[in-house]
Every structure is written in structure tokens, then in C-alpha cells.
């Protein structure tokens, strides 16, 4: 299965959100990464078919998935930014609900609303009401609901958002083992999420693709521009203010060891290091915000 975008273009107005996209996806994990305001979520609404290109299509496997309609519709799973929940809702009777929405047969339905539950963690609340549930809880009722149809093109738009580090891992697993034969495309600004999972990465600045590999080859641009450089304790905040600083530990001997990102040593005892997919990120966006 390959989903291509052709020229994809989205404008509101007199901005341009989405710039002439030419990317080809198959099956794998694709992490999206981008300030806000850097055309993911419009890319994504766009793969979902939710909002129509000014210009540009997008087809699967040659067909444009504008023609194919709900057939498309029913190989795809979504999780937006922000999902609507019905609070009175238990959250069987909800994952049911999206069921029937989805076209499952009622059999089919419960057997895997219960199966999703059990795998998000939330197999003990499913006769809950979700007014109840913590944000955390919701986001992974939000991720079963988009895995129902068990859909062959998974989109997920901050699905780590209120998770905490245990369910974020939970939720790496799920979708690991899920993608081996999917398409998953996957935005985050919790950088290490998409470094453990994604096979590709697809970065965005400005609505445009300005990197799209694997992450240790995306990465390479910047060897020889991040460092490790030891301070005093008592000066590490003034120092990691002063760089562009991705990292700092402290030691046991009064000393911080402070990762910078800098097209020169920073320091004189600056050390060079081999730079990971958040040096990348803070390397691009570092103090942006794009409207």
C-alpha cells in the first residue's frame, strides 16, 4: 500500500499552511515532528480526507482518495488534537457507539471494544462514565477508538499528550506492534516517542517537508554542532540559558554536563558528540513558534 501526496497545497486565506508536498508513504511508523503552526495538523486533516487541497492530491496505490470516498474512509483510524468524548458515556458504550459509526458488526463490535480497552489499560473502567476518567485515561480511549476498524492507515495527532511516562510506553508497544503492516503517522512534540518507534521521520517548518529519512540520517547534518561541555553546578542555569542547550545532568562532584547545540565549541572544554533527533528538533525550533 503506498499513499502519495502529488503537490499538495492548503491555503486559508492568504496563508499557506500546506506547500507543495510531494512525499510518498508505505507501511511503517512515521513520526511528524514540527513547532505549532508548522502544517501538521492541516497535513494530517488533509491525509484524512477532512479538508480538500486548494491544489495537489493525494491518491492510494494511483487512486485519488477524493474518488475512492468511504471506501478510504474505512481503511483509515484518526485521533485528533482534541477528540469529543459524550461524558455520560461509559467507555464500552462509547467504543461501541464508534463502532456502529465504523460499520462493525455488533459481535465484532464488543469483542474488539474489549480487546482495546484491555491493551489501552482501561479494561477495569469500561463501565465507567467518562466524565470520570483523567485526561490521561481519555487520550487512551481516544487511541483505542481510532484502532476499532482496525484501519490499514493510522493518523494520530498528539497521542501522548497527558500520558505519563508509563502509558506513554504502553502506547509505544501498542503501536509497534500494530504497524508492521499499517501505515501509522504519528505527531508529537515528545521527541523521544517518535525517536523509539518511527522508522522515518518527517519534519515540517513553514507547511513545508524539510527533512524526510530515517532518523540517524536526518541527524547527520548536524554532526560536529553538538557538545558536551562540564560547568560548576552553580553556573549550569546561566550557562544553559546563555546556549541553545537540549540537555544537562549533574554529577556527584559539584559539576552539570550540559548538551549545546552550536555551529562551534561553546566552551573550551567542549566536547563533540553524535547528535540525536531532539538536537535535530531543538537545532530548527528552538524558542519557535510558528502561527
Same mark, same amino acid.
Given at each position: 500500500?503506498?499513499?502519495?501526496?502529488?503537490?499538495?497545497?492548503?491555503?486559508?486565506?492568504?496563508? !499557506?499552511?500546506?506547500?507543495?508536498?510531494?512525499?510518498? /508513504?508505505?507501511? $511503517?511508523?512515521?513520526?511528524? /515532528?514540527?513547532?505549532? $503552526?508548522?502544517?501538521?495538523? !492541516?497535513?494530517?486533516?488533509?491525509?484524512?480526507?477532512?479538508?480538500?487541497?486548494?491544489?495537489?492530491?493525494?491518491? /492510494?496505490? $494511483?487512486?485519488?482518495?477524493?474518488?475512492?470516498?468511504?471506501?478510504?474512509?474505512?481503511?483509515?483510524?484518526?485521533?485528533?488534537?482534541? #477528540?469529543?468524548?459524550?461524558?455520560? #458515556?461509559?467507555?464500552?458504550?462509547?467504543?461501541?457507539?464508534?463502532?456502529?459509526?465504523?460499520?462493525? +458488526?455488533?459481535?465484532?463490535?464488543?469483542?474488539?471494544?474489549?480487546?482495546? /480497552?484491555? *491493551?489501552?489499560?482501561?479494561?477495569?473502567?469500561?463501565?465507567?462514565?467518562?466524565?470520570? #476518567?483523567? %485526561?490521561?485515561?481519555?487520550?487512551?480511549?481516544?487511541?483505542?477508538?481510532?484502532?476499532?476498524?482496525?484501519?490499514?492507515?493510522?493518523?494520530?495527532?498528539?497521542?501522548?499528550?497527558?500520558?505519563?511516562?508509563?502509558? =506513554?510506553? =504502553?502506547?509505544?508497544?501498542?503501536?509497534?506492534?500494530?504497524?508492521?503492516?499499517?501505515?501509522?503517522?504519528?505527531?508529537?512534540?515528545?521527541? +523521544?516517542?517518535?525517536?523509539?518507534?518511527?522508522?522515518?521521520?518527517?519534519?515540517?517548518?513553514?507547511?513545508?517537508?524539510?527533512?524526510? $529519512?530515517?532518523?540517524?540520517?536526518?541527524?547527520?547534518?548536524?554532526?560536529?554542532?553538538?557538545?558536551?561541555? !562540564?560547568?560548576?553546578?552553580?553556573?549550569?542555569?546561566?550557562?544553559? *540559558?546563555?546556549?541553545?542547550?537540549?540537555?544537562?545532568?549533574? !554529577?556527584? =562532584? %559539584?559539576?552539570?554536563?550540559?548538551?549545546?547545540?552550536?555551529?562551534?565549541?561553546?566552551?573550551?572544554?567542549?566536547?563533540?558528540?553524535?547528535?540525536?533527533?531532539?538536537?535535530?528538533?531543538?537545532?530548527?525550533?528552538? %524558542?519557535?513558534?510558528?502561527?
Amino acid at each position: 500500500m503506498k499513499l502519495k501526496t502529488i503537490d499538495l497545497t492548503k491555503k486559508f486565506g492568504s496563508k !499557506t499552511a500546506v506547500k507543495h508536498l510531494n512525499i510518498t /508513504l508505505s507501511n $511503517g511508523v512515521y513520526g511528524l /515532528l514540527g513547532a505549532n $503552526g508548522a502544517g501538521k495538523t !492541516t497535513f494530517m486533516r488533509l491525509l484524512c480526507n477532512i479538508q480538500t487541497p486548494t491544489s495537489g492530491k493525494i491518491v /492510494l496505490d $494511483g487512486k485519488n482518495i477524493v474518488t475512492l470516498g468511504e471506501k478510504y474512509s474505512e481503511l483509515l483510524g484518526y485521533l485528533p488534537q482534541h #477528540f469529543g468524548y459524550y461524558p455520560e #458515556f461509559t467507555a464500552l458504550d462509547f467504543l461501541l457507539y464508534i463502532s456502529a459509526l465504523k460499520g462493525l +458488526s455488533e459481535k465484532n463490535a464488543k469483542k474488539k471494544s474489549k480487546q482495546l /480497552l484491555e *491493551a489501552v489499560g482501561l479494561s477495569e473502567e469500561s463501565r465507567h462514565k467518562i466524565k470520570t #476518567f483523567s %485526561g490521561g485515561m481519555k487520550q487512551r480511549l481516544g487511541i483505542a477508538q481510532a484502532m476499532l476498524n482496525n484501519p490499514h492507515i493510522l493518523i494520530l495527532d498528539e497521542p501522548t499528550a497527558g500520558l505519563d511516562p508509563k502509558e =506513554r510506553v =504502553r502506547f509505544r508497544n501498542i503501536i509497534s506492534a500494530f504497524a508492521q503492516d499499517r501505515i501509522v503517522i504519528l505527531s508529537t512534540h515528545i521527541v +523521544s516517542d517518535v525517536e523509539f518507534i518511527a522508522e522515518e521521520i518527517i519534519m515540517m517548518k513553514s507547511g513545508e517537508i524539510i527533512h524526510f $529519512g530515517k532518523p540517524q540520517e536526518i541527524t547527520s547534518e548536524i554532526d560536529g554542532q553538538v557538545w558536551e561541555c !562540564t560547568v560548576p553546578t552553580a553556573h549550569a542555569e546561566k550557562c544553559a *540559558a546563555a546556549f541553545n542547550t537540549s540537555n544537562l545532568r549533574n !554529577t556527584d =562532584r %559539584g559539576e552539570t554536563v550540559l548538551r549545546i547545540i552550536a555551529d562551534h565549541p561553546p566552551m573550551e572544554n567542549a566536547i563533540p558528540i553524535r547528535p540525536n533527533l531532539e538536537d535535530l528538533y531543538l537545532y530548527y525550533f528552538k %524558542g519557535d513558534a510558528e502561527k
